[in-house]
């Protein structure tokens, strides 16, 4: 799979995991991408943590607002009946446990859900924005990123970057398959047709439960 594929095969996949009338907050990056591939029957309600309820698609080119960006300072629309308030009532909300989902990039994982996800070693690095909120205020936490970082593991036995938040994962969907956190470890329960049990673990440097009713990846 070349980048663009495997973007698509985890945005697409993790698509699957948002129901109707959920509350999503989405991380910058890969993340942007699932709204893309979700269901015709699946509606969401997008949360940017700057502000904004009933987030909408990046506008065309040349319609941009400079007043509606989201919390990347990226240009955005806002759907019919959106609202838009301060930074203390969006963080209101998330602290106060009513995002459902929300679905991040990651540098690192670990096997008991911890997270590193805005520092890099020897880099300059604005710092984690909303993500520690976000990570413990959501009801559900799910990890969105390359399964391997130019060859190095991000799926540790512990995070060695410091961490955004501590046990807080629920799930981890990569190209290679889709790894949930459970008190025993991560518990591979979906590997994508192109790969084997092997070669996801030779990826992997947790030690990685393959679930007996291993399933293919869904799309």
């Known amino acids: 799979m070349d ?3 495997v973007r698509e095969v985890i945005a697409r996949r993790a698509a699957l ?13 890969l993340p942007t991408l699932v709204p893309n591939y979700l269901p015709e029957s ?15 698609p990046a506008p065309e080119p040349g319609k941009e607002d400079k007043y509606l960006v989201n919390a990347g300072g990226m240009p955005i629309t806002a759907i019919p009946g959106a609202s838009s308030f301060d930074s203390a009532t969006s963080f209101g909300i998330i602290r106060g446990g009513h995002v459902d989902v929300t679905i991040l990039g990651a ?25 520690m909120d976000l990570i413990v205020g959501a009801k559900r936490v799910i990890v969105a990123m390359e399964h391997t970082a130019k060859g190095s593991f991000k799926i540790l036995n ?8 501590a046990g807080q ?3 981890i969907i990569t190209e290679m398959g889709v790894m949930e ?11 994508h047709p192109e790969f084997t049990p092997e070669q996801v673990q030779e990826a992997t440097e947790a030690p990685l439960i393959i679930a ?3 399933k293919p990846m869904k799309q």
């Open 3 to 5: 980048k663009n594929q």
């Open 17 to 29: 995991e948002l129901h109707d009338g959920d509350v999503v907050n989405l991380g910058i990056g």
């Open 42 to 56: 699946v509606h969401v309600i997008l949360q940017s943590e700057n502000g904004l309820l009933g987030m909408g």
């Open 107 to 131: 540098l690192q994982v670990d096997k008991k859900g911890n997270l590193a996800n805005w520092i890099i070693p020897g880099k300059l690095t604005p710092g984690m924005g909303g993500a």
């Open 158 to 165: 512990d995070c060695n970057l410091p961490l955004t938040a």
């Open 169 to 171: 994962v629920n799930l």
């Open 181 to 191: 956190i459970t008190p025993d470890g991560i518990l591979l329960k979906e590997i």
């Open 212 to 214: 007996a009713d291993l």
